[in-house]
């Protein structure tokens, strides 16, 4: 291959001399504005170098001139948020429930708070904004197993229910069927009369004969009426709210399984600022006392 460097007829630019089949490469030189544009971009490259922190080393890094660091940025920044915040938060430590609920600007600072640490901690079970599912009470209604009010909510936050916390509230609903309490004919007996408490369609013989069982192996936690007892927690029998669902098949299994759901305690887990944020959080999800 010739490798012969001529002037292109057309273009007046050189060729690169490389030649096949009689087709020859021009060679064209960078447009001058784009060779100064990638002149710069390593002006300003080495300027950055110098500047701010860039090359690793084995035990620490070039900090460059100005001594930037992203980390000391968002300590700062924690720090002033945290200076900011502390007359808030010594409030809300030493302040009783009731005060701060009765101060605004203070109620407002403790719920925000409360949204957030809910948030962070409870939303997994209860849900966003407290609504709850299925084992998992909605903290937004006033159906209330332990109470709804700014005390009780402090209580069940900071020990739990049947937690590992030494003062949890707890009780324990036998398990009728599965400790043989309760043979199956009463176990379905006693469930028709569960149902005919908040007016399902039942089968009133079998109701008749559930009265008995209840007053003998229920109405202890749940009360005469099945109105429910806080002492126990136990819930309500007679309204539409179900924690375990109100179907028959999911009262029947209530019954004979007892269900004990947990609520792990947070009283050691969560500064007392927090665990009162939370309260009074939940406490104005629309059930508080
Ligand atoms: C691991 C799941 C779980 C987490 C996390 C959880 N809870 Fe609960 N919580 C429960 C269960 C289950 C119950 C009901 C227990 C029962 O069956 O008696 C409950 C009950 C409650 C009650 C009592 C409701 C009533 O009707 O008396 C309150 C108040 C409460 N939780 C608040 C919270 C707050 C605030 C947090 C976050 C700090 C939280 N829970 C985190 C599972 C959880
Ligand atoms: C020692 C107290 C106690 C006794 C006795 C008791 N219960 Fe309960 N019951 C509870 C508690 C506490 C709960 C709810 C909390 C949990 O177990 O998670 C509950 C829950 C239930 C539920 C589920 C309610 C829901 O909202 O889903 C049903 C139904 C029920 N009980 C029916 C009965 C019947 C019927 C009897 C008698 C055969 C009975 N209970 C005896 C304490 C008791």
């Not at 030649?19 to 390593?42: C, H, Q, S």
């Not at 069927?177 to 089968?203: M, N």
Request: proline content about 6%; charged content about 25%.
């Amino acid at each position: 291959m010739p490798t012969k460097i001529e002037k292109d007829a057309v273009t007046g630019q050189n060729t690169t001399g490389h030649e096949w089949d009689g087709i020859k490469e021009l060679n064209t030189p960078l447009p001058t504005w784009w060779v100064y544009l990638l002149y710069a971009t390593i002006a300003w490259s080495i300027g950055l170098f110098v500047i701010y922190p860039s090359f690793p080393g084995i035990t620490g890094y070039l900090p460059g001139v100005v001594g930037y660091s992203a980390r000391q940025e968002l300590a700062d920044k924690m720090k002033v948020e945290k200076e900011v915040r502390a007359p808030f938060l010594d409030r809300v430590r030493n302040g009783s429930l009731e005060d701060i609920r009765r101060t605004p600007d203070l109620l407002g600072y403790a719920v925000a708070g409360g949204r957030v640490a809910f948030a962070e901690n409870c939303a997994g079970c209860h849900q966003s904004g407290g609504a709850g599912a299925k084992g998992y009470p909605s903290l937004a209604d006033d159906e209330w197993l332990w109470g709804g009010k700014l005390a009780d909510i402090q209580k069940t936050i900071q020990v739990g229910i049947r937690s590992m916390h030494p003062d949890t509230r707890t009780s324990l609903m036998p398990r009728f069927g599965t400790d043989g309490i309760l043979d199956r004919r009463q176990l379905d007996d006693v469930t028709e009369f569960v149902l005919s408490l908040s007016t399902k369609p039942v089968d009133p013989a079998a109701v008749e004969r559930g009265r008995r069982l209840y007053a003998e192996n229920c109405a202890s936690c749940h009360g005469e009426q099945g109105a429910g007892m806080r002492e126990f927690g136990a819930p309500s029998l007679t309204d539409k709210v179900w924690l375990f669902g109100g179907d028959k098949p999911s009262i029947l299994r209530s019954i004979a399984e007892g269900r004990a759901g947990v609520m792990p305690a947070w009283g050691e887990r969560l500064d007392p600022a927090i665990v009162k944020m939370l309260t009074l959080y939940v406490h104005t999800l629309g059930g508080g006392e």
